[in-house]
């Protein structure tokens, strides 16, 4: 069984036999919570690629020390895979997310899409924001990632345009469209973006803004997936023809 995976934001060029010490809401999760004790072995994370593990040898409410007993790095897997999201209502948002993380997702941007019934205007937006982007923080540690995803601002869809633009694998996802997403290629170094459109779909201009950049829809099947889950139903079809997960 993989060791538990904490977070460590000065885990790079640690030595071997070092002792590491975590501190704060971190340590008071892995002591408190999960009740990790001294003896035990766990790995720290910086969430940029290096690991490290180790025996604890001191463990209090609000802190943890750690003998370093190796350490890795990980290069950032290829290909890359940018999904945006349309704000859904509720707590869809973080359900879609944590998923995502969990199947690989490297970024994944909220977007404000035309049709979306959820608003994030104000502190609604802060503390919206701050939610995906510690969810995304625990799935990660959940899925023993080494490279946390990025959640980045919102976005609207002038911007979405652009990522699109840039994308060497552009995928807009849509019930209507008439190509599957089974018949697009995907190289081994490409930059992919995925458009998740919110409850009410995409919107016809939307649409047109993404085909003008040469973003045409496709569909994942014949069910019509929630928009929590349909971006993730992508990402893991499209990863699964990629060394990424082989």
Same mark, same amino acid.
């Given at each position: ?11 790079? &060029? #640690?030595?071997?036999? @070092?002792?590491? =010490? ?12 999960? +009740? /990790? ?31 370093? @007993?190796?350490?890795?790095?990980? @290069?950032? !897997?290829?290909?890359?895979? =940018?999904?945006?999201?349309? *704000? ?9 997310? !944590? ?8 970024? /994944?941007?909220? %977007? ?7 608003? %994030? ?16 923080? !625990? ?7 080494? %490279?946390?995803? @990025? ?31 089974? $018949? ?9 973006? *995925? #458009?998740? &459109? ?5 919107? $016809? ?15 994942? &099947? ?6 929590? =889950?349909?971006?993730?139903?992508? =990402? ?7 060394? +990424? %997960?082989?």
């Amino acid at each position: 069984m993989s060791l538990p995976v904490f977070v460590h934001p000065a885990v790079a &060029g #640690v030595a071997l036999h @070092e002792s590491l =010490t975590l501190d704060g809401d971190e340590a008071r999760h892995a002591v408190v919570v999960k +009740r /990790i004790r001294v003896g035990e072995r766990i790995a720290l994370t910086d969430g940029r690629g290096t690991t490290v593990q180790g025996t604890v040898t001191a463990a209090a409410r609000t802190s943890l020390t750690l003998d370093v @007993e190796g350490s890795a790095y990980l @290069e950032g !897997e290829n290909p890359r895979v =940018t999904v945006v999201q349309a *704000i859904p209502k509720g707590d869809r948002g973080e359900l879609a997310v !944590e998923m995502l993380t969990e199947v690989g997702a490297d970024v /994944i941007v909220p %977007w404000a899409a035309a049709r979306s019934v959820a608003v %994030w205007r104000g502190d609604r937006a802060a503390k919206s924001l701050a939610k995906w982007r510690s969810t995304a923080r !625990e799935a990660a540690k959940q899925a023993r990632r080494a %490279w946390f995803p @990025e959640v980045t601002d919102m976005a609207g869809t002038d911007e979405v345009v652009e990522l699109l633009r840039g994308a060497s694998v552009p995928v807009v996802l849509h019930e209507a469209a008439s190509g599957p997403l089974a $018949d697009l290629p995907v190289p081994g170094q490409a930059e992919i973006v *995925i #458009v998740v &459109g919110p409850e009410g779909g995409i919107a $016809d201009e939307e649409l047109a803004a993404f085909a003008a950049v040469g973003a045409e829809p496709v569909r994942l &099947g014949r069910s019509v997936l929630r928009t929590s =889950t349909a971006g993730v139903a992508a =990402t893991a079809a499209l990863l699964s023809r990629t060394p +990424r %997960w082989r």
